[in-house]
């Protein structure tokens, strides 16, 4: 079974970019298509963006269309999201979910945090 850690979470100026990394280990990366799910304080989880295990990215959320962008790099068994010109409502838990045929592992999660 995969192992997901994920990093790069911080406290970052509205405007500012950060980028999301999530490592994988325990199982074959890339035999997963990986998506970043986030939730805010008092709020449901969101999808944000999902890839497949061959690098096509299938799904952005609206909210973050332009802006951020999801990425991997299997032969590192990491995944990426670069977020740029974060917002305020940007602000909530990301983790990173492996899928493989419909069974799903979730890391512990990275907080982002976008204040002034």
């Known amino acids: 079974e995969v192992q997901l850690v994920e990093s790069g979470g911080g406290l970052v100026q509205p405007g500012g970019s950060l980028r999301l990394s999530c490592a994988a280990s325990g199982s074959t990366f890339g035999n997963y298509d990986m998506t970043w799910v986030r939730q805010a304080p008092g709020k449901g989880p969101e999808r944000v963006s999902t890839?497949?295990?061959?690098?096509?990215?299938?799904y952005v959320a609206n909210s973050v269309k332009g802006r951020f962008t999801i990425s991997r790099d299997n032969a590192k068994n990491t995944l990426y999201l670069q977020m740029n010109s974060l917002k305020p409502d940007d602000t909530a838990v990301y983790y990173c979910v492996a899928d493989a045929l419909g069974r799903t592992t979730r890391g512990q999660g990275t907080q982002v945090t976008v204040s002034s």
């Open positions: 890839i497949t295990s061959y690098g096509a990215v299938t």
